[in-house]
C-alpha cells in the first residue's frame, strides 16, 4: 500500500524535472521501512514521510504559480480568504459604522484595511464586492461636543440618528451629514464602497425573514450570547430576551417593551409613552435587530466573506466570537474571515483641526496635511494589527521622506537591497497609488521640507514656485501642487506650534534691522561683491567661505554675521542653511531686500 501510493506522488506535480526528483526519492522509501523496528514506528514513519513529501511538492508548485509581487500583508489575507471559502463566483468584503459624529481617521482605518484586501483579491483575479454599511438606524444616545445647537439635538435623544435634524442645516439629517463627509472624500483616496443605508433597508421590511429567524430562535440567541460571558454578566434562565428593540409607531423613540410574540410576524410592545401596538414584522418599520445579532444577520444576507474588526471586538470572546456562533447556529452562514486592526493615535494636532472637530480628526483633516498617495502609503506600510500615530508635527517630514524613499526604489534612482525587498516596496507603494498603477512618468521629486521653504519664499504662491523650479514635467505638475497645498497647510498651521524654526517671511517691506554699524558694513559687503556672482561658486560651502572670508577680514565673529545676514532676509536669528537658502531665494531678490542698507 505504500509503495502503491508512493508511486503516485510524482502526478502531483505537472513539472517533468521534478516528477522525476520525487519518484527517485519514493523509491527510497521501502530502504527507509526496512529500517524500522516495529509496525507502530513503520506508522508514524510513514505519516512523517508523506507529510513531508507533499508539503515539499506543494510548496514547490505554489512557489511556481505564486507571483512574487502579491507580498504584502493584504495579499497574504486574500490567499487566506480563497483558501478558507475556496472558489467563488463573487467574494463579498464589508465594513461599515454607525454615523453618530463625525467618522475619524481611526474609522478610516477599518476603510482602508478593508479596501486593500479587495485590490489584493481583484489582483488575484476574483470578482469582489465593497460593501459599507451605514448603520443610521441605530439610536441617538449621545449629544457630541462639536455639533453646533446641542439644545436642539438634546431633544431628538432615543430616536433613530435618521430623525435627528441636522443643525448644521446642510443636509437632510444628522446622519446623513456625517454620511455625506466621508462619501465625497472616499474617492479622493481612491476608494469606492457600495454604500448600503440600514435605515432603508429596516424601513422597507427587507429584514424581515431576519429578524423571524431571530425572534423564534432567541433562546439559542441568549444561549450564545451567554458563551464567554462570565458568572456575573450571563443572562438567567428567568431573565426575558428580546434579539429586537422597537421604534414607537407614535412618538418615534426606542423606549419601548416587547410584550409578546406569536412566533411568526406579529409582535406586541408597548411604550414609556402610552401607546400599545401589534406590529406586523413585514409591514412595520420601526422594528430592528440589536446590533448583536443584526451584525451575523448581515452577513448572511448579503453573504459577506471578509470583514476586519476593531481589537476590542475581534478579541478572544468578544463579539465576533459572539457573532459567529450566531451567524451558524440560527442563519447557518459561516462567518467571514477576519482580521484585528489596532487603534490610531493623534500627535501633534494643528490647533485648527483641534478646535474644530472636538479633538477629532476626519479624512479632511488627514487629507490637509498628507497626499491622497501618501495617506495611503502610512496605511499600507503598516500592518492593521499595529498601534500607531497619525502625526502632524515634525514627524510629516519622515514620513514624505520614507514616501519617497519608496517611490525613489520603485523607479530605480534608489537601488533596492535585494529583490524581496525590491518587491515588497513596489508593492506597498502599488497599494499606496490611488488607482494601484504606478505612473508612467516619475513624479516629481521635492522634499516636503524644501517645498515649505520655496512656498514661504514666494508667499503661498504655488505658481511660482513651479515656474522657479524650472523642471517640473506636465504629467508631474498636478501631483506637485497636490504636495505644496499640503506643505502649506503644514507650514501655516502645524509648524508654528511645532517647528517654528521652519516658518520665516522675507522682508519685502523696505525694512531694515537693528544692526551694528560694522555689520550693516558687512552686510553691504556681501550684496555687492558676494551676491552678485553667487551662481559662480560651484558649491553651497564655497559661498559660505566667501562669507566667512568677509567676516574673518572685518574681525567680526562668523556666527555674529550669519545672524545678522538671516535678520535682514527674514527677522530672525536662524533659518534654513544660509548658502543654499540664498540660492533659493535668488540673487534679484536678496539685491532688493538689502538695498536699504
Not at 440560527?330 to 501633534?348: C, E, H, S
Not at 483641534?354 to 491622497?372: C, H, M, N, R, T
Not at 522657479?468 to 504629467?475: G, W
Not at 555674529?560 to 532676509?569: I, R
Request: charged share 30%; hydrophobic share 35%; proline share 5%.
Amino acid at each position: 500500500k505504500t509503495w502503491r501510493f508512493a508511486s503516485l506522488i510524482p502526478n502531483c506535480s505537472s513539472n517533468p524535472k521534478r516528477k522525476t526528483q520525487t519518484w527517485r526519492f519514493a523509491r527510497l522509501f521501502p530502504k527507509f521501512v526496512d529500517k524500522t523496528q516495529s509496525e507502530t514506528q513503520m506508522h508514524i514513519f510513514h505519516k512523517i514521510f508523506f507529510f513531508y513529501i507533499i508539503t515539499f511538492i506543494m510548496s514547490k508548485s505554489n512557489k511556481e504559480e505564486r507571483n512574487p509581487l502579491l507580498c504584502h500583508w493584504a495579499d497574504q489575507m486574500a490567499s487566506n480568504i480563497i483558501r478558507e471559502k475556496g472558489e467563488m463566483e463573487l467574494y463579498t468584503c464589508a465594513s461599515g459604522i454607525t454615523p453618530s459624529g463625525t467618522v475619524h481617521i481611526g474609522n478610516f482605518r477599518e476603510i482602508i484595511t478593508v479596501d486593500l484586501v479587495v485590490r489584493a483579491l481583484k489582483d488575484k483575479g476574483k470578482n469582489v464586492r465593497f460593501i459599507y454599511s451605514w448603520d443610521d438606524y441605530d439610536v441617538f444616545r449621545k449629544v457630541p461636543v462639536n455639533m453646533p445647537n446641542p439644545e436642539i439635538l438634546n431633544n431628538y435623544l432615543r430616536f433613530p440618528i435618521t430623525s435627528v435634524p441636522d443643525t448644521t442645516k446642510r443636509d437632510a439629517n444628522y446622519a446623513r451629514h456625517h454620511e455625506i463627509d466621508i462619501e465625497t472624500q472616499l474617492p479622493r483616496v481612491g476608494i469606492y464602497p457600495e454604500f448600503i443605508y440600514q435605515s432603508e433597508r429596516y424601513q422597507a421590511n427587507h429584514y424581515a425573514e431576519g429578524m423571524k429567524k431571530a425572534m423564534q430562535n432567541r433562546a439559542l440567541i441568549k444561549e450564545c450570547l451567554n458563551e464567554y460571558r462570565d458568572d456575573a454578566h450571563k443572562m438567567k434562565d428567568s431573565d426575558i430576551y428580546w434579539p429586537t428593540a422597537i421604534f414607537c409607531g407614535k412618538c418615534k423613540k426606542d423606549t419601548t417593551e416587547i410584550t409578546d410574540y406569536d412566533d411568526e410576524y406579529a409582535v406586541y410592545y408597548k411604550c414609556e409613552c402610552g401607546n400599545e401596538e401589534t406590529i406586523d414584522m413585514r409591514k412595520f418599520g420601526g422594528i430592528k435587530l440589536g446590533w448583536r445579532v443584526d451584525w451575523p444577520m448581515r452577513w448572511w444576507v448579503e453573504k459577506v466573506i471578509f470583514e476586519p474588526g476593531g481589537k476590542d471586538h475581534i478579541s478572544p470572546g468578544g463579539s465576533y466570537d459572539t457573532a459567529k456562533l450566531i451567524s451558524k447556529k440560527i442563519y447557518n452562514w459561516d462567518a467571514p474571515v477576519t482580521m484585528r486592526y489596532d487603534f490610531v493615535q493623534l500627535k501633534g494636532v494643528p490647533g485648527k483641526m483641534s478646535s474644530s472637530k472636538g479633538k477629532v480628526i476626519s479624512l479632511v483633516d488627514a487629507l490637509e496635511v498628507y497626499q491622497p498617495q501618501v495617506l495611503r502609503y502610512i496605511f499600507a506600510s503598516t500592518r492593521p494589527n499595529t498601534e500607531f500615530a497619525i502625526s502632524f508635527d515634525l514627524d510629516v517630514l519622515k514620513i514624505y521622506e520614507d514616501y519617497d524613499k519608496t517611490e525613489r526604489i520603485v523607479y530605480g534612482v534608489d537601488k533596492a537591497k535585494n529583490e524581496d525587498f525590491f518587491n515588497k516596496e513596489k508593492r506597498i507603494y502599488m497599494l499606496s497609488q490611488i488607482d494601484g498603477k504606478i505612473p508612467e512618468v516619475m513624479p516629481y521629486q521635492i522634499s516636503f521640507r524644501m517645498l515649505t521653504t520655496l512656498l514661504q519664499i514666494h508667499s503661498g504662491n504655488i505658481d511660482n514656485v513651479i515656474k522657479a523650479l524650472d523642471d517640473v514635467k506636465p504629467e508631474q505638475e498636478e501631483t506637485l501642487r497636490q504636495r505644496a497645498l499640503c506643505a502649506w497647510f503644514w507650514i501655516t498651521e502645524s509648524a508654528p506650534t511645532w517647528a517654528p524654526e521652519f516658518c520665516f517671511a522675507l522682508r519685502t517691506d523696505n525694512s531694515k534691522a537693528n544692526l551694528e554699524e560694522n555689520l550693516q558694513k558687512a552686510i553691504v559687503r556681501i550684496r555687492d561683491e558676494i551676491v552678485p556672482k553667487m551662481e559662480t561658486y560651484e558649491a553651497d560651502k564655497d559661498l559660505q567661505q566667501a562669507m566667512y572670508d568677509i567676516a574673518k577680514e572685518m574681525n567680526i565673529d562668523a556666527k555674529a554675521l550669519f545672524v545678522a545676514v538671516y535678520n535682514a532676509l527674514i527677522d530672525k536669528d536662524q533659518g534654513p542653511r544660509l548658502a543654499n537658502f540664498m540660492r533659493i531665494i535668488g540673487k534679484d531678490q536678496i539685491t532688493k531686500i538689502l538695498s536699504v542698507y
